[in-house]
């Protein structure tokens, strides 16, 4: 499905954008690809703990594990956009973008690196779900992502809507799966509790 969809949307923005748009598009993804760098692989050691406290009960640790992760998420995300923020002017003189669409562009960096910085720890939750052997569960939820980004991408360009119009739905795509999955995990282990004063440098 993820192979199909994403030939389609291929084919529907690059036919449907003009070429500096489609190409920070398509800038703008990698960023968010290559943010999911600053994860460190704790979305795997969620995965395994979860796993492995989990089977034990010992939601009190499991509690300190998973706060802490998130904390470490939250603050990696607050930094990473804050300081693409300050510097969104330089990046997009950086990407040479023409001046017509500078400050439109500069707009949606912006907007853009919000929406990841806010997207980017509750990305732990689909890892949760797997570590609670729930991957039908995550499955699902990813594939729902995926078809409301076709979908989205489609309305945009049958309806002609403009380009911070598609980046902001793109962003809603990968934020409501999310909280989604955040909602089916923490309602399947209610004894768990996320708080920032359960932050342990010995779990980190």
């Not at 995965?47 to 989990?54: H, Y």
């Not at 607050?78 to 990046?91: C, K, M, N, Q, R």
């Not at 669409?101 to 939750?125: C, E, K, S, T, Y």
Request: aromatic residues 14%; charged residues 10%; proline residues 3%.
């Amino acid at each position: 499905l993820r192979m199909a969809l994403g030939l389609v949307t291929f084919r529907l923005l690059f036919q449907s954008l003009s070429p500096e748009q489609f190409g920070f598009w398509s800038l703008l993804w990698a960023i968010f690809g290559y943010g999911i760098l600053l994860d460190f692989g704790l979305g795997y050691a969620a995965q395994k703990r979860v796993a492995e406290l989990s089977v034990r009960k010992d939601w009190d640790q499991l509690s300190r594990v998973l706060s802490t992760i998130l904390c470490f998420h939250i603050v990696s995300a607050i930094v990473a956009a804050s300081i693409g923020f300050a510097f969104s002017d330089t990046l997009v003189d950086f990407f040479q973008v023409s001046p017509a669409n500078h400050d439109a562009f500069r707009h949606i960096l912006q907007v853009f690196l919000v929406g990841i910085g806010v997207a980017f720890p509750l990305g732990v939750f689909p890892e949760i779900l797997q570590g609670q052997q729930r991957i039908t569960t995550a499955n699902n939820v990813a594939m729902v992502s995926m078809l409301a980004n076709f979908a989205v991408v489609a309305t945009c360009v049958f309806f002609k809507l403009s380009f911070l119009t598609l980046v902001v739905l793109a962003l809603l795509c990968i934020l409501i799966p999310y909280v989604s999955a955040a909602w089916l995990a923490m309602r399947h282990m209610p004894e768990v509790r996320i708080r920032f004063r359960n932050f342990s440098r010995a779990a980190l």
